[in-house]
């Protein structure tokens, strides 16, 4: 079955935005990425590479988008997009070594060909989750935009990842701001092995744009200036103040999926249709019409292929990627820029919690100008817990910004702005609604610093935590899920001194914080609090009562809660109390001593008990302090159901509150 071409392909001619002198270099730079094909496919066929994404016959959609912007633009390019790293000059030794995975890459054979990012060629590579990077790209653009600069960023999509929730929030957020930002979907008429009819209900994905009130452009993507001519206009208008645009750029992917996937599900005589109008050929024939001489292409493309056979086989020589687990284990995390505050100094007793997060959240904003706030309803409204009431008119509205209900974006955003110099705080309305914005915390956010060492000073703050009737959509107490998450770290104060301290030190911290704040707490708990610059170290727990008999490890609410059991039991035992306040990391030292001390554990949390954070603790104390046990450690957690709407039912049968002084006594016992 032969397939029509797109309407507009028809008739259309190349016509030059480029001037007669760029024309040869522009040719070089199409030819190039072509050359790299080539003997990438030559090196599967002779089995000496084992994977390789092809992006033959759509070269002009990379090159030309990078052709057409200035070095301070930012790309962030897909697997297909080989063009964009060799446009903006990658030194071709490196880029080698990375896609065939050897000594002297860039990711340090943590990640595969094109999952990085170089910051000094304004490029952020993709992970594999895809439209995942384009609110990364309205991050970048923000980024520009508070500066009073003119960069725009451009992101890449496959038409397929249309489909994802993260393009049609990127889109939103984009409009919605007006940020310097052009779309790029690449539709090259499969995904995977699924045709765009199958998947798509409309020809144009272009003509979504309307629907975010942006321009949309259908573009001739083998047609190098077509590319250069849409981008260089979406960009002046972005450059102007005048938002984003949406380009679909049409195009066949001739190759495979990956190389061993095929093409045999493709019609041989629609693969022959588009071969007919290969971008680089087209490219060829227009500058022979143009009265360029076939010698000289011909000794460019020689040049070029002498120059990729050289330097592959070079690459090939080259030693696998070794390391040691120190070296991995250190570039989990950026190091920390945040210190603890040494003296306390003057303190405000009887401070409420929400107050003092408040107050750390002010001084955060008030030391830094590169610290700001997002997220639903946080700016005329001050939050729907009020934390940021007032922060508008103290901070305005550059820094204080109400974002639509978009977890995702709001999240993909603050890893943009992070890495260009920002230091974004998201809030989450209520911490289940994390689970929304899930892929770019644990994917995203997570990972990038591992993978190419670049900095990821984002914090998350998340209302938790049950014990208010709210249901079981608007209680739930989901720190674990983060903890299993290498590349996070995951606070959780229980004091109004620990929750100024902690979310400070999480905002200074160059790497991704998640501050959990029990709703609960926030008008009930009352505490000093020091004045003024105050922090608290994250991965250092606090003995909050010192006792004998019982240690009691836990965080959050439950420290009040143990206390409270303290005081009901001390006539059976004298119970000491470990806060942990950091989850990730967690201070194993302090709770081993204690539990040395003492010789019994009972570990805490609202959670429920399956999975659990406190399973992780009770196996690490049972593991290396079991000589100094003189009773199997005990967890005592949330029931293993939804929390109820229902007060009396959360207290009486979910809470962990409700089976705690039992379990206490038992061990006490023992």
């Known amino acids: 079955m032969r397939g029509p071409l797109p309407r507009f392909m028809e008739s259309q001619s190349l016509a030059a935005p480029v001037s007669d002198s760029d024309a040869l270099d522009l040719y070089r730079a199409l030819r190039l990425p072509r050359a790299v094909e080539d003997k990438m496919l030559r090196l599967i066929r002779q089995n000496r590479l084992s994977k390789w994404f092809s992006g033959y016959g759509q070269e002009a959609i990379a090159v030309g988008c990078a052709w057409a912007l200035e070095e301070r633009d930012w790309l962030l390019p897909m697997h297909r997009n080989l063009g964009v790293w060799t446009t903006r000059g990658l030194p071709l030794r490196p880029l080698f070594c990375q896609l065939m995975g050897k000594e002297g890459g860039f990711t340090k054979g943590r990640d595969r060909t094109f999952h990085f990012g170089h910051p000094d060629k304004k490029i952020v590579g993709m992970i594999s989750h895809l439209a995942a990077m384009l609110p990364v790209a309205d991050g970048l653009g923000l980024a520009s935009q508070l500066r009073g600069e003119d960069a725009v960023a451009l992101a890449f999509t496959g038409e397929g990842a249309t489909r994802e929730g993260d393009f049609h929030e990127a889109l939103n957020l984009a409009s919605v701001w007006k940020l310097p930002v052009v779309f790029v979907v690449e539709n090259n008429g499969y995904g995977l092995s699924t045709p765009t009819s199958e998947a798509l209900p409309v020809e144009d994905i272009a003509s979504a744009a309307a629907g975010y009130g942006m321009p949309g452009v259908v573009v ?48 041989d005589d629609l693969i022959a249709q588009w071969q007919e109008r290969d971008p680089v050929q087209r490219y060829r024939d227009h500058l022979i019409e143009d009265g360029v001489a076939p010698a000289d292409l011909d000794a460019i493309d020689a040049a070029l292929e002498a120059e990729i056979e050289e330097v592959a086989e070079w690459a090939l020589t080259q030693p696998e990627v070794t390391s040691t687990d120190a070296d991995e284990h250190r570039d989990v995390f950026a190091p920390s820029t945040s210190r603890p505050t040494a003296h306390r100094g003057p303190e405000t007793p009887d401070v409420r919690f929400i107050d003092a997060i408040t107050d750390g959240l002010g001084r955060a904003l008030e030391a830094d100008d590169t610290t700001l706030l997002m997220g639903q309803d946080v700016a005329e409204y001050g939050g729907v817990f009020k934390v940021t009431a007032g922060f508008l008119e103290r901070f305005g509205a550059d820094r204080i910004r109400n974002t639509p209900i978009i977890e995702s974006g709001a999240l993909g955003c603050a890893l943009g702005l992070a890495l260009d110099g920002f230091r974004p705080v998201v809030e989450m309305q209520y911490a289940d609604f994390i689970t929304c914005g899930f892929n770019q915390i644990v994917n995203n956010l997570s990972t990038t610093h591992y993978r190419w060492g670049a900095k990821v000073p984002v914090t998350v703050r998340a209302p938790f935590g049950g014990g208010i009737g709210a ?19 995951v606070v959780v104060p229980g004091t109004p001194a620990d929750a100024k301290g902690l979310l400070v030190s999480a905002i200074e911290d160059d790497n991704p914080v998640l501050v959990f704040e029990h709703k609960a707490l926030y008008r009930s708990m009352r505490g000093s609090v020091p004045d003024g610059d105050y922090r608290v170290e994250i991965g250092k727990a606090r003995v909050a009562r010192q006792g004998a008999d019982l240690t009691v490890v836990t965080w959050g609410v439950g420290v009040r809660w143990a206390l409270d059991l303290a005081t009901n039991l001390q006539d059976a035992g004298d119970l000491e109390v470990v806060d942990l306040r ?31 954070f406190g399973a992780e603790v009770a196996a690490e104390v049972a593991q290396e302090a079991f000589h100094d046990l003189d009773s199997p450690p005990v967890r005592v957690g949330g029931a293993d159901l939804p929390i109820p709407f229902s007060k009396a039912i959360e207290a009486e049968v979910y809470s962990a509150q409700a089976r705690l002084e039992q379990a206490a006594q038992s061990l006490l016992d023992f």
Not at 225 to 249: C, F, Q
């Open 471 to 489: 249901g079981p959509f608007h209680s739930q107490s989901p720190e674990a899920w983060f903890c299993h998450v290498p590349g996070l770290k």
């Open 582 to 612: 950091t989850l990730v990391p967690w201070d194993r030292e302090a709770v081993l001593e204690s539990v040395k001390k003492t010789g019994r554990l009972l570990v805490l949390h609202e959670a429920g008990r399956t999975g659990g």
């Open 220 to 267: 001739d993507g083998n047609d190098i200036y077509s590319v250069i001519a849409s981008v260089n206009a979406a960009a002046a208008r972005a450059r102007a103040g005048d938002g984003p645009t949406l380009l679909e750029m049409k195009t066949f992917r001739v190759r495979g999926h990956e190389e061993a996937s095929g093409t045999k599900y493709v019609p």
